[in-house]
């Protein structure tokens, strides 16, 4: 299963509201997550089941989306959040990522 | 949940490397782990998962045949095994915890190693 996410980087400013779109290649139902990553570390879950949050990360996450369309927003950005952003699927095996979108000031 | 890799090292090509991750703050037996790797300035690329037992391993296409994942329950730490390594095999290489306890479904990744960096060169 493929996953394809937009945009591949994206400028934006602190305080903006900002959504990154993953497209799977066949219906997954909700069986996909969304990681975070700064360089160097390791990644950090923040959703799951398409939009259950992770325990711990900030209310301005949210995800949403079921099927092939799936979407993550941070609804006011925080300087913190600069970072890399990866969807997985989880509705079968093989484990996929996509490719990952990378989020600017 | 702590978990922390070791064993990279810069090796040649066709030479074998063994990863461990030892697991901490949480009941490692209860759960299946994972290995996902990442190259340099790339993305993330899954690699394998074994089930909490140990009994249930699935492959990645790249690792299938070459790497060996595998797990003691009993001190707590989690194995990849690479043989017959390419240039294309270097990557920092992560260890990841699933979610949810005695799942054999395909996993969501709750905690991740800081990864061990692996060099084929």
């Known amino acids: 299963i493929q996953l394809t996410q937009s945009p591949s980087s994206l400028s934006a400013f602190v305080g903006d509201r900002v959504t990154i779109t993953c497209r799977a290649s066949q219906s997954i139902g909700i069986s996909l997550a969304w990681y975070q990553q700064d360089p160097g570390k390791a990644p950090k879950l923040l959703v799951y089941s398409a939009s259950s949050v992770q325990t711990g990360v900030p209310s301005r996450f949210s995800g949403a989306g079921a099927g092939t369309d799936f979407t993550l927003t941070i609804s006011r950005l925080q300087p913190e959040d600069f970072a890399s952003y990866y969807c997985q699927q989880f509705h079968r095996y093989p484990l996929t990522f996509g490719q990952g979108t990378r989020l600017e000031i | 949940v702590q978990l922390l890799e070791s064993g990279g090292n810069v090796v040649q090509p066709g030479e074998s490397l063994t990863l461990s991750c030892v697991a901490s703050g949480f009941p490692f037996s209860s759960y299946a782990m994972t290995w996902v790797r990442q190259a340099p300035g790339k993305g993330l690329e899954w690699v394998a998962s074994v089930s909490n037992s140990g009994d249930n391993i699935q492959y990645s296409d790249s690792a299938r045949g070459r790497f060996t994942i595998s797990r003691d329950n009993s001190k707590n730490t989690l194995f990849l095994h690479m043989t017959s390594l390419r240039l294309e095999d270097s990557a920092t290489f992560h260890c990841?915890?699933?979610?949810?306890?005695?799942?054999?479904?395909?996993?969501?990744?709750?905690?991740w190693g800081q990864g061990s960096l692996v060099i084929v060169s």
């Open positions: 990841a915890k699933t979610m949810f306890p005695y799942s054999g479904a395909p996993p969501t990744l709750d905690s």
